[in-house]
């Protein structure tokens, strides 16, 4: 090989590993809009309310206008998903890209309440088609280390930018209660990116789906990767709605404490997505999900007896730990279950499970505070993650015991 020919390889890998860079950069930006559908605009509420006040129940539709995108998130991703597996995902994601921007920037200049709800569920069906499309091209891309490492780094990115859009939407609120909205626009930027460096991936075999490739079905495992995530989500949305209540009641009534409180939890949850790679190594998806759980049990045990506010933030640390945990863990776990030819349809009924959740904690906890203080019904929710870890310990001993079990007496072919 002459040093021309060397000078020509050395310029091919460089390019390879730069557009392999790019790829995950694009993926990385795409993900992180699904956590600024939400709290991005929350400042804004009590502004809004005020703006509105003639509108009949303006404060019900104030909030309303904060959760709404998540039920249409739920309602949108199986759709999603069923559609990507038989006509590709790019082309659709650049849609969802543009219909993010359309909906979530539609509140800056709409003047009727209603109005304005129509475009937040035109966002909620955007961040259906963004998220479960965003995903699936991870599996899709990515294998083995590579894939369980960038499953971490982008649950780390998606927390962190939660911190950096509801950061920046408080600021704007601060000038005028629409600017928030024009975060939104980010999807602007995102969306060349990914006509220029996303390809339809081609059809591949899930080497994670051992189990399934006889019958293209999922393992039934993947019900209990569903339900875990449902329940989950319930109880940890109750830190971004329950929180800022529970402060004002131990004394704390500045609105920057309760953000101070929350972004902990973020923090948190950015620390333990990075070092999740890490822990995979050594841990079986169940025993993660039971780890997940019993450090979140700290944090609400935390919550539950504690009466200031520095506990509180140590509190939303150690439940941001579980947080961190969590979000690549289930992912991770259902790429691997899930054929590749079904992975776009999976993940959508994996979205639909963790917005669903969102949506729905508030509507459950609600009832419980009529019969419980706050504090007692974050311990209540604490006692549920201690049962659920044990029963994830026992789902990894069974799981183990059936493997070695199989792999002892499985006949050698001569």
């Given at each position: 090989?002459?040093?021309?020919?060397?000078?020509?390889?050395?310029?091919?890998?460089?390019?390879?590993?730069?557009?392999?860079?790019?790829?995950?950069?694009?993926?990385?930006?795409?993900?992180?809009?699904?956590?600024?559908?939400?709290?991005?605009?929350?400042?804004?509420?009590?502004?809004?309310?005020?703006?509105?006040?003639?509108?009949?129940?303006?404060?019900?539709?104030?909030?309303?206008?904060?959760?709404?995108?998540?039920?249409?998130?739920?309602?949108?991703?199986?759709?999603?998903?069923?559609?990507?597996?038989?006509?590709?995902?790019?082309?659709?994601?650049?849609?969802?890209?543009?219909?993010?921007?359309?909906?979530?920037?539609?509140?800056?200049?709409?003047?009727?309440?209603?109005?304005?709800?129509?475009?937040?569920?035109?966002?909620?069906?955007?961040?259906?088609?963004?998220?479960?499309?965003?995903?699936?091209?991870?599996?899709?891309?990515?294998?083995?280390?590579?894939?369980?490492?960038?499953?971490?780094?982008?649950?780390?990115?998606?927390?962190?930018?939660?911190?950096?859009?509801?950061?920046?939407?408080?600021?704007?609120?601060d000038f005028h209660w629409r600017n928030p909205?024009?975060?939104?626009?980010?999807?602007?930027?995102?969306?060349?990116?990914?006509?220029?460096?996303?390809?339809?991936?081609?059809?591949?075999?899930?080497?994670?789906?051992?189990?399934?490739?006889?019958?293209?079905?999922?393992?039934?495992?993947?019900?209990?990767?569903?339900?875990?995530?449902?329940?989950?989500?319930?109880?940890?949305?109750?830190?971004?709605?329950?929180?800022?209540?529970?402060?004002?009641?131990?004394?704390?009534?500045?609105?920057?404490?309760?953000?101070?409180?929350?972004?902990?939890?973020?923090?948190?949850?950015?620390?333990?997505?990075?070092?999740?790679?890490?822990?995979?190594?050594?841990?079986?998806?169940?025993?993660?999900?039971?780890?997940?759980?019993?450090?979140?049990t700290g944090g609400y045990v935390m919550v539950?007896?504690?009466?200031?506010?520095?506990?509180?933030?140590?509190?939303?640390?150690?439940?941001?730990?579980?947080?961190?945990?969590?979000?690549?863990?289930?992912?991770?776990?259902?790429?691997?279950l899930s054929p590749a030819e079904i992975r776009?349809?999976?993940?959508?009924?994996?979205?639909?499970?963790?917005?669903?959740?969102?949506?729905?904690?508030?509507?459950?906890?609600?009832?419980?505070?009529?019969?419980?203080?706050?504090?007692?019904?974050?311990?209540?929710?604490?006692?549920?993650?201690?049962?659920?870890?044990?029963?994830?310990?026992?789902?990894?001993?069974?799981?183990?015991?059936?493997?070695?079990?199989?792999?002892?007496?499985?006949?050698?072919?001569?």
């Amino acid at each position: 090989m002459n040093i021309k020919q060397l000078l020509l390889y050395v310029n091919y890998l460089l390019t390879k590993k730069m557009k392999k860079n790019a790829v995950k950069l694009t993926l990385l930006l795409a993900s992180s809009l699904t956590v600024m559908s939400g709290a991005t605009i929350a400042p804004s509420l009590p502004q809004m309310a005020s703006v509105f006040a003639n509108t009949e129940g303006a404060e019900f539709l104030s909030k309303l206008i904060l959760t709404l995108p998540a039920l249409f998130i739920a309602l949108t991703a199986p759709f999603v998903g069923r559609f990507i597996d038989r006509h590709g995902r790019v082309k659709l994601l650049t849609i969802g890209l543009l219909l993010y921007a359309l909906g979530g920037t539609s509140a800056f200049i709409l003047n009727d309440l209603y109005h304005i709800l129509i475009g937040r569920a035109l966002l909620g069906i955007s961040v259906g088609i963004i998220m479960t499309i965003a995903t699936t091209l991870i599996g899709d891309y990515f294998e083995g280390d590579e894939r369980q490492k960038f499953m971490g780094i982008q649950s780390a990115f998606v927390a962190f930018g939660g911190v950096l859009f509801v950061g920046a939407g408080g600021l704007l609120a601060d000038f005028h209660w629409r600017n928030p909205f024009l975060i939104y626009l980010f999807s602007l930027l995102v969306f060349p990116l990914a006509l220029s460096f996303l390809k339809e991936p081609k059809s591949i075999t899930s080497p994670g789906a051992e189990a399934s490739k006889k019958t293209g079905k999922p393992s039934k495992l993947v019900f209990i990767v569903f339900a875990i995530t449902f329940v989950q989500m319930i109880i940890f949305y109750m830190v971004p709605v329950q929180i800022p209540f529970l402060l004002k009641t131990l004394g704390v009534g500045k609105n920057a404490l309760s953000g101070i409180a929350i972004a902990a939890n973020t923090v948190g949850a950015t620390i333990f997505s990075l070092l999740y790679s890490n822990i995979k190594k050594k841990l079986s998806f169940p025993m993660i999900v039971s780890l997940a759980l019993l450090l979140m049990t700290g944090g609400y045990v935390m919550v539950w007896l504690g009466d200031n506010y520095t506990v509180i933030i140590l509190a939303m640390l150690f439940s941001g730990f579980g947080l961190g945990l969590t979000m690549p863990n289930i992912s991770l776990w259902l790429i691997q279950l899930s054929p590749a030819e079904i992975r776009g349809k999976q993940m959508g009924y994996l979205t639909t499970s963790l917005f669903l959740g969102q949506f729905l904690s508030p509507v459950l906890v609600q009832p419980l505070a009529k019969q419980f203080n706050l504090a007692q019904i974050f311990g209540l929710a604490a006692v549920v993650m201690i049962v659920l870890s044990f029963l994830f310990v026992g789902l990894h001993l069974k799981t183990q015991g059936v493997s070695s079990f199989n792999a002892r007496v499985k006949p050698k072919i001569e």
